[in-house]
């Protein structure tokens, strides 16, 4: 009985490989030419098919890792395989975000994104705030500056009370501020100066006023009296005038220390070629010691004005009333370098003469 090849071997032993045949012309190159011999037919190998594992089965197999020391446990440095994974363990996919952790990405990235646009824009419009905010500023402080002094306009706090009176000699102040009692109990923003005047203007001896506000209810009424420059004879009477020609007062007879003005003509506020305004000027020029000695000053013209000097009866010739500060220094010298001269013309102030 003929038993297949490879009965006798032991399970587990791989045959031996079965060598490929020969070529044709290789067997007949080497086959001898000997006598012919009876074939023999060597049994045909059986070899098993491997079986394949299952599919669940089919995992990569991971090269073996060295074994590593020993460690102690702790909480910092677990041991493999209790729940940590190495980074060659874990797959790439393992660490990427999540949604969650995209979102809060993004939240945080657009926070960051409009704090540095706010921030540029505080940078570059520093300037035009600053002028924006002194603008602001301005007009605040303007608005309240209107609101306070409107309510204070209108407040019954700055009513006027008292009214005081200073400069005046001969005029009664009482009845000054008698005058002005129509505008009591009105608020000092609010007093009226049109009225204020038309009162005053009743006292022709007022020749100009000022009104000063003293908070929170009183006013100062400071009066510049007319001064008078010399008594005009009208008939009987002799009337006080002022450089303006307006009438200070008048008596039967004539002012003592006062001189006499014959001259016709109206004020220089009214003609400014009149003999009255040549004359007028002569005596505003004249030093107060001058002034005292002259008795009578007349003029036809502008351009002829004389007068007369008391105690002496001396003339002095003035001429028009230009170049008068010079001409009146001419004369004080004159009064004290020629005392007992009748006549003193000092029309041409640089070449002055005495009779």
């Known amino acids: ?24 012309t290789e067997r007949r190159a080497s086959a001898p030419r000997a006598t012919t011999t009876p074939a ?32 102690p446990a702790s909480s910092e440095h677990p041991e493999p395989g209790t729940g940590t994974r190495s980074a060659a363990d874990t797959s790439p996919y393992d660490r990427l975000p999540s949604n969650r952790d995209i979102s809060k990405a993004l939240r945080a990235a657009r926070k960051e994104r409009k704090r540095v646009e706010r921030g540029e824009v505080r940078r570059f419009t520093k300037r035009s705030r600053r002028r924006r905010q002194a603008w602001l500023g301005a007009a605040g402080v303007a608005l309240a500056l209107v609101l306070g002094v409107t309510l204070l306009a209108f407040s019954p706090v700055l009513a006027l009370k008292h009214i005081e009176v200073t400069g005046a000699s001969r005029l009664d102040p009482k009845d ?11 608020p000092l923003p609010l007093l009226d100066q ?23 209810d009183t006013i100062v009424v400071r009066v510049v009296e007319r001064q008078p420059i010399g008594a005009i004879q009208k008939g009987a009477a002799f009337t006080l005038v002022d450089a303006a020609k307006v009438p200070i007062s008048s008596s039967a007879t004539r002012p003592d220390g006062f001189p006499l003005i014959a001259a016709g003509g109206a004020s220089a506020e009214n003609d400014a070629d009149s003999a009255f305004a040549a004359a007028a000027s002569v005596l505003s020029a ?7 000695q002259v008795d009578t000053i007349s003029a036809t013209t502008k351009d002829d004005v004389s007068f007369t000097l008391r105690g002496s009866g001396a003339t002095v010739v003035w001429g028009s009333a230009e170049d008068s500060d010079l001409k009146a220094a001419d004369l004080a010298a004159l009064l004290v ?11 041409s102030p640089h070449s002055v003469t005495t009779g």
């Open 286 to 292: 004249l030093p107060a010691a001058t002034l005292a």
């Open 40 to 71: 023999v037919t060597e049994p045909i190998p059986i070899v098993s098919a491997p079986v394949s594992p299952p599919v669940e089965e089919r995992r990569p197999v991971r090269a073996e890792r060295p074994v590593r020391a020993e460690r």
């Open 194 to 216: 049109a009225g204020i005047s038309h009162d005053l203007a009743a006292f022709p001896l007022i020749r100009s006023y000022t009104v000063e506000s003293h908070p929170p």
């Open 337 to 347: 370098g020629a005392a007992g001269a009748n006549h003193y013309d000092v029309s």
């Open 176 to 186: 000054i501020a008698a005058k002005l009692g129509d505008q009591l109990g009105k």
């Open 1 to 24: 009985m003929k038993r297949p090849q490879g009965h006798d071997r032991t399970p587990g032993q791989t045959p031996p490989a079965a060598q490929p045949p020969a070529p044709e």
